[in-house]
């Protein structure tokens, strides 16, 4: 295999280059193409796509801010505003994205209490029924 395929060309990267580089998918690839988040690529006469080194870098940056847990509209709203070198505005949206990560911390946290004082109603044993699946399946209040 020549290095040559590693690299791209000088008229830019493959889709399968791209996806090495980045460790993305290539059908994720097309898809965040279709959706905008990657610019559409230019084409080679043999009609394959052929990506600049940016879109290395902005791909990348779009696997960590998923990876994070942002949506695929706040990741547009980042790459917007990064085009726009507007930091106070990247600040709002990840100020957001924080309290929403807050917010499922604290769901996250009264679940475990909840769920470790049902492990010891069962752990006492004894009782008819589970008072676990009971709870389970009370409609929430």
Excluded: W
């Excluded at 590693?6 to 090495?20: A, N, P, W």
């Excluded at 990348?60 to 507007?86: E, M, N, W, Y």
């Excluded at 917010?103 to 010891?120: G, H, N, P, T």
């Amino acid at each position: 295999m020549s290095t040559r395929g590693l690299q791209g060309t000088s008229r830019g990267l493959g889709i399968g280059v791209l996806s090495k580089r980045t460790g993305c998918n290539i059908e994720t690839i097309r898809y965040y193409e279709r959706i905008g988040l990657l610019p559409k690529p230019l084409r080679a006469p043999s009609g394959y796509r052929m990506y600049k080194l940016d879109d290395v870098n902005r791909l990348r940056f779009i696997r960590r801010a998923r990876s994070l847990g942002f949506t695929l509209d706040a990741v547009r709203g980042l790459l917007k505003l990064s085009d726009d070198q507007t930091c106070n505005e990247v600040g709002l949206i990840t100020k957001r994205h924080l309290k929403e990560i807050a917010e499922k911390i604290a769901d996250l946290q009264a679940m475990q209490r909840v769920l470790s004082d049902l492990v010891v109603h069962c752990d006492a044993g004894g009782t008819l029924g589970c008072p676990l699946i009971e709870a389970l399946s009370r409609e929430s209040v």
